[in-house]
Structures are given as C-alpha cells and as structure tokens.
C-alpha cells in the first residue's frame, strides 16, 4: 500500500477495483446515509455534532450495522474488528484496510479516513453520495497535518450551489480537493477535468468518484492552469487555497487553504489566467479573498485584475462581495481552523499574520463569489461588482440557474435602446412583490419597496411612477403605452417620466425582476 505523508492513501490504481463496489454495496445495505444518521441520531444529537460535541450522536448511535459505521467513519471511534467486520460483511476488514479506510491494531481499528453521506439537490434531481476525507480535528486531537483534504464544508456547498448547471462538454475543477466540485460537474458536463498540486487530494478524489461510480473524471498534478496548458473547457469551477497566509514561515501551510503566493495574488492568478482556458460563452466560476489596502479598495482591485488580464476585452466579470473581516478577526479565524486553540502558540500565529497584512498596509479582507465569462460576441464586457453582506433568502442552492438568467437578462437589455425597451412587452418575475408602509391615516405610501422572492432576495425602493409602470407590466401592453398611461393618470409629462423610469426597468431587468423575452435572442 502506498504511503502519502506517512498515512495509507486509497490506492485506485493498486486495489482491485471491485472494492470500492463492496464497500458501497455495504454502505447501502446498512442504510448509511443522511437520511438514515439523521433519523438514528435524532436533532439534538445532530445539532450537537454540528457544534462539535460527539458524545450524543455517538451514545445514540447503537450496535447494528449503521451504528457501527457512524461511529468508526463519521466519529472516528475506535471499534471491535467484528463489529466493523459484521458492518461490512462484503467488503471485510481486510477490503476496508486495503482502500484505506482504517488500520487494524490487536483485536480493536482505527479509522484513517472520514467517511460520510452527503445528500443534495440540483437541476437533475436529487442525489446522494458518500464522501471520504481526512480526519478532522474533532478525531485528531490537535493541529492538522500540513496535507489535510478536507470534506464538504460551507465553502463546498456554496460554490456547488452557485455553479451554472447547462449541459456542456468538457468542465475544469481546479483544486479539486476531495473531488466534491467535479462530481457536481460530472452530472451536466461529458468530461470532467479535476486538478489538484496536493498528492493526496487527488487520491481521495479518485476514491470518491470510484466509491460513488462516476466514471467521467479524469486526475491531473500541478498547480494552477500547468496541467491544462493549451486546453479550453467551457466551464470552470474553483474553490482555490485562497487564505492568505504569512509566507516567513511562522505559519503553518495548509494545502487544501494555502496557494503558496503571497497576500491575494493565488485569487488574483487564477482570475487573470481563466479566460485564456475558456471556450468562447464558457463560464468560471470561483470563489475567494482580496484585500483592501490603506486607500484602495478591495473591489476595486478585484476590477483592475479582470482589467489587466490577457483578454479582458473579452472578459465579462459579475463579482458579488459576501463579507469583510478585519485582520485580527481574519487572522483568528484561519488559525482556529487549523485546529490552533487560545495560549501563546495562538497569540504567536496571530502576531505573524497582523505582520503580514501591516506589510502591505491592509486594512480589512473581503470574501466573494466571482463569476467570469469569455463572451461569445465583440459586444462591451459586462462589468458588474456588488456588496451583498448577509444571508441570501432562499440559501445559495439554486443560485447557479439565477447567474445564469441574469447574465442572459444582462445581455438581453444591453441589446435594446431605449425605443426597442418601449416598445417590448415586459412581465413581473413571479417571485417579485410590492411592500407599502404608510403613516397612521395618510392617503398615500411613504414607502414602496419591490421585493424579490429567490435569487439573492433583493430589493428596490421604487417611487410612484415606477410602481405604477412595474405593476403594469404583464406581458399584455408595450412598456412605451404603460409609461404613456401612467403618465397621463398621474398628471405627467410622458417624456420626463419616461426618463425617469427606464434606467430603472434596466436595473430591474439585469436583477431579473422584470423578463424582457421580447429581447431574448
């Protein structure tokens, strides 16, 4: 068995391949998924293992085939070799031993690796797999090693949920890590490129896509586009190690977080280089940090990377900026994710990275969700940089199919002038609403607001000629007649209002809250 960093790694190459097809038979039989932890744990427990407390899950766990499992791979107990051998009747100790999964020590194993159901839903229904990881520092007891893959997190879920799901032909996963993104992938795309520069993400990326038989991802090592040099995709998807880390070697370098660059260069580098790896109207989508240094704002960095890029006349960007840490709070929350706790070690780390951002003057650290498109046309790239702090109304699943329609509404609105827009019959996106707040007795709103339902839930404060002509459209009258009747009701001049309201219906058809189908196409 081959030995990465001192740890079994799973061996797809040197195991026979129907392990994996044991295992998982196992794994079904004894109903080893979320559904059925769920439903053995119950919510307390659940919601206690999620803030990192064992104990309930594991006193309620049980002795039978499930409870086994849950407690040797999901937290990483130690077990009698007959209880996991009972558990896994298929496959065997020895099988589990051979993949990787645990080690046999008297008559007691050890687990090696996390291994867990993940249930989702998307545009092609819903599914479930199992994925393997390393272990975590709940099991470890301590900091992590420098070559950790991590399982699906936040992070993970994020991006799936913001990925653009059309069918395609070939997708990039560049950072593959445990392979969580390219399986996503796997599911609208023909093949499937996963890169990694960690040996070991790209091991427990194969053993997930065998375990979950996915057969249309292919391995490459390097770092960042080197394995992919000269190829073009039409869909990239990257959760990069882009944390920035100190490089003067006080602390630890994750693989799975740390790109090796300094400061935001890594999320820089990766922006500057996809559209030279993508087809013409391919996507990248990614996720990642940048800085805001004394004077210079973070977004605004974000643009003048897009902008310095080898295309970037051909380069449309709609970035959206999710949170923004101070240092210290940054700093803090990277240690704790090594496993780091409070004492002089932690106050060490905290002291290198305030260095390091004191080195290039920055003053706070923003984190993001980028979109990239190489357009299809010699139209002007759309450029689009937004500031949407907190939770986002209907969660992020979904979101990908909400990107996608506003990169189309984008287009569709830059393609009409203004006497086309009149003349298109608009309609209210089902999801949209109108909110008005009036002081006790007055005849008329104070307020109006329209609120959007799905997407990133937005909303507009929308005065009465602009409520009036939004309420109106619905696909019947030509926007132009609308403007035209709202003015005469209220009393107006159709051209003055005319000029008021339609950079509005611009913004309202980019958001998506107004569809323009006549412009489609």
Same mark, same amino acid.
């Given at each position: 068995m081959l030995i990465v960093a001192g740890r079994p790694a799973p061996q797809n190459g040197a195991v026979p391949p129907e392990l994996h097809r044991l295992l998982a038979d196992d794994l079904a039989a004894a109903a080893f998924t979320t559904g059925g932890l769920e439903g053995r744990w119950g919510a307390d427990a659940s919601a206690a293992l999620h803030r990192g407390d064992r104990v309930p899950a594991s006193r309620a766990?049980?002795?039978?085939?499930?409870?086994?499992? *849950?407690? *040797?791979?999901?937290?990483?107990?130690?077990? +009698?070799?007959?209880?996991?051998?009972?558990?896994?009747?298929?496959?065997? $100790?020895?099988?589990?031993? &051979?993949?990787?999964?645990? +080690?046999?020590?008297?008559g007691v194993i050890r687990p090696l690796l996390d291994l867990r159901p993940y249930a989702f839903v998307d545009d092609a229904g819903a599914g479930e797999w199992w994925i393997a990881s390393d272990l975590g520092e709940l099991t470890v007891g301590g900091p992590l090693r420098r070559d950790h893959v991590l399982g699906v997190g936040g992070a993970s879920t994020t991006l799936s949920g913001l990925m653009i799901r059309e069918p395609v032909d070939r997708v990039l996963d560049l950072g593959t890590g445990c392979g969580i993104q390219a399986m996503h992938a796997s599911r609208h795309a023909r093949e499937v490129i996963a890169t990694d520069v960690s040996a070991r993400a790209l091991e427990l990326a194969g053993f997930n896509a065998a375990l979950n038989r996915i057969p249309n991802i292919g391995l490459r090592r390097g770092s960042?586009?080197? #394995?992919?040099?000269? +190829?073009?995709?039409?869909?990239? =998807?990257?959760?990069?190690?882009?944390?920035?880390? #100190?490089?003067d070697g006080r602390a630890p370098r994750y693989e799975y977080r740390d790109g090796g660059l300094s400061g935001d260069d890594l999320v820089a580098a990766v922006v500057g280089g996809a559209a030279d790896h993508l087809e013409r109207g391919g996507v990248a989508q990614l996720l990642g940090n940048w800085e805001y240094r004394d004077g210079i704002d973070g977004l605004e960095r974000v643009r003048g990377w897009v902008d310095a890029s080898a295309d970037h006349a051909r380069t449309d960007a709609w970035v959206i900026e999710r949170e923004v840490q101070d240092p210290a709070l940054y700093a803090e929350t990277w240690i704790r994710d090594g496993g780091q706790r409070p004492g002089p070690d932690f106050d060490a780390l905290v002291g290198a990275w305030l260095d390091d951002f004191a080195g290039r003057d920055v003053v706070s650290v923003g984190f993001g969700w980028l979109t990239l498109r190489r357009r299809a046309d010699e139209a002007r790239?759309?450029?689009?940089? +937004?500031?949407?702090?907190?939770?986002?109304?209907? %969660?992020?699943?979904?979101?990908? &199919?909400?990107?996608?329609? %506003?990169? *189309?509404a984008s287009d569709a609105e830059r393609r009409v002038d203004d006497a086309?827009?009149?003349?298109?019959?608009?309609? =209210? &996106?089902?999801? $949209?609403t109108e909110e008005r707040h009036y002081w006790p007795g007055a005849e008329h709103p104070t307020v109006m607001t329209l609120r959007q339902g799905g997407g990133f839930g937005r909303s507009w404060s929308v005065g009465t000629e602009l409520a009036a002509v939004v309420g109106a459209c619905d696909g019947d009258l030509p926007l132009g007649a609308i403007v035209g009747a709202v003015a005469e009701l209220l009393g107006g001049d159709a051209d003055a209002v005319a000029r008021g =309201?339609? #950079? @509005?219906? @611009?913004?309202?058809? @980019?958001?998506?809250?107004?569809?323009?189908?006549?412009?489609? %196409?």
């Open positions: 766990s049980g002795t039978d085939a499930l409870g086994a499992l *849950a407690r *040797a791979l999901v937290l990483g107990e130690p077990l +009698e070799v007959d209880a996991l051998g009972r558990a896994l009747p298929s496959l065997g $100790v020895d099988g589990a031993a &051979a993949l990787g999964l645990i +080690e046999v020590d008297g960042l586009f080197d #394995p992919v040099a000269g +190829e073009r995709f039409d869909r990239i =998807v990257s959760n990069p190690p882009f944390v920035i880390t #100190p490089r790239p759309i450029r689009r940089f +937004e500031r949407m702090p907190g939770p986002v109304a209907g %969660g992020v699943a979904g979101l990908g &199919a909400h990107l996608a329609a %506003g990169l *189309a086309a827009l009149a003349g298109s019959r608009l309609r =209210v &996106a089902a999801d $949209v =309201v339609l #950079p @509005r219906v @611009r913004e309202l058809v @980019r958001d998506g809250a107004l569809l323009l189908p006549d412009a489609a %196409g």
